[in-house]
């Protein structure tokens, strides 16, 4: 049996590991057992009733959380100069065409999320090697590929952040910091597993939701109540 550490025997009779918490508990009891000195992630964990295999079963999709993720995320802009204005007035970081297309073909990524226009994105779609692994590809599921820029990269520095379902059908994110209010996680918590029942794909059969569960970056996962949140 691995051995416990001195933090995790100090926390150990604050909950208990087999019991489903409400959401309004297992947010406190995160925020009473994590213990690192920099300012954690609070993460949830949504295990789907799906058939991730299945391509009419991929869940995935974006939502706006009520307050953000405590991170302002670099957003770059790929588009034609005459969406050069909107896309600097929308508060992108970075915007241009060939000269980024240029720059990350030689190796540059410093950015969070790049955001381009449909008649672009065959240009985009060439560096695909580069930006698939690292998550960065423009999709129009995930409303990257967009003619409304500015909308767009509104909500994105505002808190939009994208899910998806792995191979197991398990929603993996972050809702936030252990730092923010109780309400601020729960009402982020609430808005994500709305979302993710409007995605629900109609030919799921059976329980959709059937586990959820909550942590901080380097915390034991607090099992919740699927009818907490629902």
Excluded at 79 to 100: M, N
Excluded at 132 to 158: A, C, F, Q, R
Excluded at 198 to 209: E, F, L, N, Q, R
Aim: aromatic share 8%; net charge positive.
């Amino acid at each position: 049996m691995k051995k416990l550490t001195k933090n995790q025997k100090k926390f150990l009779n604050l909950y208990d590991y087999k019991k489903e918490y409400s959401i309004e508990e297992a947010v406190n009891i995160v925020k009473k057992i994590t213990y690192t000195k920099f300012d954690s992630s609070f993460d949830i964990a949504v295990r789907l009733g799906i058939d991730p295999s299945k391509s009419d079963q991929n869940v995935r999709g974006t939502v706006v959380l009520p307050h953000g993720i405590g991170k302002t995320k670099t957003v770059l802009v790929i588009c034609s100069e005459d969406k050069y204005k909107e896309a600097q007035e929308s508060g992108a970081d970075y915007f241009g065409c060939d000269e980024y297309l240029t720059k990350i073909k030689n190796g540059w990524l410093d950015f969070d999320v790049l955001v381009t226009i449909p008649s672009l994105m065959a240009k985009v779609g060439m560096l695909g090697k580069i930006l698939g692994p690292k998550g960065l590809m423009p999709n129009l599921k995930t409303g990257t590929v967009t003619s409304n820029i500015s909308t767009t990269v509104d909500e994105i520095k505002k808190g939009r952040i994208e899910f998806r379902a792995d191979k197991l059908g398990i929603i993996h994110t972050s809702l936030g910091k252990i730092s923010f209010p109780s309400e601020y996680l729960l009402d982020n918590a609430k808005e994500l597993i709305s979302n993710l029942i409007k995605v629900k794909p109609s030919t799921a059969k059976g329980t959709y939701i059937k586990s959820i569960s909550v942590s901080s970056t380097m915390s034991k996962g607090i099992k919740c109540n699927v009818n907490s949140l629902i």
